[in-house]
């Protein structure tokens, strides 16, 4: 069992990979050519598209009304523009409401 390897994780394979060393050496253009947006690794959540009044309220960590877009389970909110804003759960009190898991955003200031 010491000689496993991990060859996939979620969508990324063993050829997605490369080494600290690898990406030390390529120029900044290669770089931004192989690197992978992160919610790539998220692709098993919903995603919901959040109008720019709702994604002022998600970038300030809003706790929100559950809308029947949102399902029962985790899920995304991305912006009318496809940034990934936000990873939102159910309340585990208050049944009527979403809260925010993770922000990936900056605050609406």
């Known amino acids: 069992m010491s000689k496993l390897t991990r060859i996939a994780s979620g969508s990324f394979t063993e050829n997605d990979t490369v080494t600290f060393e690898q990406l030390e050496e390529m120029e900044i253009q290669e770089r931004g050519d192989i690197l992978q947006p992160f919610d790539r690794a998220l692709t098993k959540f919903e995603q919901v598209i959040a109008d720019e009044e709702l994604e002022k309220r998600i970038r300030n960590g809003a706790v929100l009304v559950k ?11 991305y912006n009318e523009v496809g940034e990934c804003l936000a990873l939102y759960k159910p309340h585990p009190e208050k049944t009527e409401y979403v ?10 200031g």
């Open 67 to 77: 809308d029947a877009s949102f399902g029962e389970q985790r899920f995304l909110f």
């Open 99 to 108: 809260k925010p898991e993770k922000l990936f955003c900056q605050s609406a």
